[in-house]
Nanobody, 123 residues
Framework: QVHLVESGGGLVQAGGSLSLSCAAS????????MGWFRQAPGKERDIVAA????????MYADAVKGRFTISRDNAKNTVYLQMNSLKPEDTAVYYC????????????????WGQGTQVTVSS
């Protein structure tokens, strides 16, 4: 059974930083793309960033380009999201996800999901 467990969320002031981690278990994910999504109250779940199976290719939502960095460690079956210069509009539940195909930008591109971790940015 596949499990994805996010950690690292919390409360931070605007301009601050947080680092999220997502540990995957149940099988090896070294050939899978991985992504981070977020969902604010009353809004859809949107892509934040994604990374190819070997880390050689990444993509970011326009809203986070230059502030967030996605990375992965296949030896640890873990994907990371470093978030800098946080803004109140970054407040959301952040989810990691795994895609058995090439990374995509929408929820339907991903096969497995974590339970999410809350990120709250105060102004």
């Amino acid at each position: 059974q596949v499990h994805l467990v996010e950690s690292g969320g919390g409360l931070v002031q605007a301009g601050g930083s947080l680092s999220l981690s997502c540990a995957a278990s149940g099988r090896t994910f070294g050939k899978d793309a991985m992504g981070w999504f977020r969902q604010a109250p009353g809004k859809e779940r949107d892509i934040v960033a994604a990374i190819s199976w070997n880390g050689g290719s990444t993509m970011y939502a326009d809203a986070v380009k230059g502030r967030f960095t996605i990375s992965r460690d296949n030896a640890k079956n873990t994907v990371y999201l470093q978030m800098n210069s946080l803004k109140p509009e970054d407040t959301a539940v952040y989810y990691c996800a795994v895609s058995s195909g090439p990374y995509g930008r929408v929820v339907d591109d991903y096969d497995y999901w974590g339970q999410g971790t809350q990120v709250t940015v105060s102004s």
